[in-house]
């Protein structure tokens, strides 16, 4: 029992430091990103970002496939047999990042015909590149996940997002144009991997063994199969209005998706980092309680964000990226309703993959796609604002999906999802309703921003540490590092909320 509890408590103190050390690499990387974005929307115009952004296109649908889920399989393998496992996980990821740049400089010549773009010829084989030198340091990445080694991810993301970020803003000065964002790409990815290859001690002796394969794709094939199936959801719209509107629309629906992709998709991704290994070594009958938990918290970060970017979109847009931009406003609004609603359902989704049913995502992701591609014939030639609204109905259905999944799949009760999410629901509608009075009366763009957000900000965490205190003793104690471990504390909280449905 003690050596259980001690292993609990390492467990715990592992995943608080991953949340930390992975929302700090999301809060300061994204911040950095964010400053290079409204730079080079001052510098380039929309085409340039619709161009890269079809070519992105085609790397993203072909991304979740690369490397057939074998550094997924890698993080869930002990600690026994896990360096040897990445011996073969290196090779073939090596292999297969070889292969799929091979085939994405193959597709240049029939992109170019298809959205009738001739600069797509020469963009997606360089682009393309970048498969190659990601799959050099994906094992390093995955080990580090693994291991909640979140300081050297975080280390590594923000060499990718500084580098990409100087080297794009410099080539856009001399300007080259869409070929800024393309070499300032590959430039953060060699960066990523230098900086992840001198933290990671891990070193590969390039002996696979074909033997480990079998089981690792067996795993790592369903999770494959769902991450291609939502990159086709994710950027299905990319597709369409790339085709049918042009990519002086692409670029403006780019634009609109940046901040919500920035502050909550990405979000939703280090929640998923940290989630996957933290859940996978859960107790089975505590996991219902830790996906509470993680539904409060991702709640209490991703709504707030969410309100103010859908209720200060217009300023935002104005003050950040110039009036060229203006019709990006509607489409950044309705795209954060859908970003929100990837973001809720993450805790969902990475529980799944912990008890190894990954088959209930694929299921939901299928019927997504479907009704994506419906609503996208249906309605693409109406503009980027339709496009969007497809977006956001179809997100909203999934996640909707895996919530009522989740409270039979984990045993939770609809009372226990409620309990978990008022708090967040109640402080985030109540600090809307002054930051949209302020943007309503307010006219000049930076004055608005600042004011709507300082006086939201006041309200939501008046509102919050009213309706639970107990959030706010927790991270202070967590931050100062004197209380119990993270998962214990907040696993009796939840197991507290379970047995209070039992009485009543």
């Known amino acids: 029992m003690a050596e259980k509890a001690e292993n609990e408590h390492s467990i715990g103190t592992r995943t608080l430091r991953g949340v930390l050390w992975g929302y700090g690499s999301f809060t300061g990387g994204r911040a950095l990103s964010l400053i290079a974005t409204a730079i080079l929307a001052r510098v380039l115009v929309p085409e340039d970002f619709g161009l890269v952004a079809i070519a992105l296109t085609f ?64 963009i997606l084989p360089v682009l393309g590149a970048n498969f190659f030198l990601r799959s050099v340091g994906s094992t390093h990445y995955a080990l580090a996940q693994r291991d909640l080694d979140f300081r050297a991810r975080t280390v590594a993301e923000f060499a990718d997002v500084l580098i990409r ?9 001399a300007g080259l144009g869409a070929w800024s964002l393309v070499l300032g790409y590959l430039a953060g990815t060699i960066a990523l991997d230098v900086a992840i290859w001198r933290l990671i001690p ?23 199969g769902v991450t291609f199936i939502a990159a086709l959801i994710a950027n299905m719209d990319y597709l369409f209005i790339g085709r049918v509107l042009g990519t002086d629309a692409l670029g403006l629906y780019t634009l609109g998706f940046r901040l919500p992709e920035l502050l909550i998709i990405n979000l939703s991704v280090v929640a998923s980092a940290v989630l996957f290994p933290a859940f996978s070594s859960i107790d089975r009958d505590s996991l219902g309680h830790a996906y509470l938990v993680a539904l ?76 994506t591609i419906i609503g996208l014939l249906l309605f693409v030639d109406r503009g980027i ?36 999410a008022w708090p967040a629901f109640i402080a985030a ?20 921003l600042l004011v709507g957000l300082l006086l939201g900000s006041v309200v939501y965490f008046a509102v919050l540490h009213r309706t639970a205190p107990e959030t706010f003793t927790f991270l202070k104690s967590k931050l100062v590092g004197s209380a119990p471990e993270v998962l214990d504390e907040l696993t009796e909280d939840a197991t507290r909320a379970h047995e209070t449905d039992a009485l009543t």
Not at 429 to 448: G, K, N
């Open 59 to 122: 790397m993203t649908l072909l991304d979740g496939a690369t490397d057939l889920g074998l550094s997924q399989a890698l993080i869930t393998q002990d600690d026994e047999v896990v360096e040897e496992r990445a011996e073969t996980v290196f090779v073939f990821s090596v292999g297969l990042g070889l292969l799929a740049s091979g085939i994405i400089a193959a597709l240049g010549p029939a992109a170019a015909s298809f959205f009738d773009e001739s600069s797509l010829t020469a």
């Open 429 to 448: 509608s109540l600090m809307a309703v002054p930051m949209y009075a302020i943007e309503r009366t307010m006219e000049a763009p930076w004055p608005t």
């Open 385 to 420: 604002n339709a496009v969007a609204l497809v977006q956001v109905v179809v997100a909203a259905g999934g996640s909707f999906a895996q919530f009522v999944v989740a409270t039979r799949l984990l045993d939770v009760a609809p009372s226990q999802l409620g309990r978990a």
């Open 296 to 371: 409060r918290y991702v709640l209490i970060v991703s709504l707030p964000t969410a309100v103010v970017i859908a209720v200060l979109a217009r300023p935002l847009i104005l003050a950040l990226f110039g009036d060229q931009w203006v019709d990006s406003i509607v489409p950044m609004q309705l795209l954060t309703v859908y970003a929100f609603a990837v973001a809720s359902s993450v805790p969902a989704g990475i529980a799944y993959k912990a008890t190894g049913r990954a088959g209930i995502l694929l299921k939901i992701a299928l019927v997504n796609l479907v009704l």
């Open 165 to 173: 970020g100087l080297t794009g803003i410099a080539f856009a000065l």
């Open 202 to 224: 891990w070193r590969p002796r390039l002996k696979p063994k074909l033997s480990h394969l079998r089981g690792m794709v067996g795993f790592g094939g369903a999770i494959s």
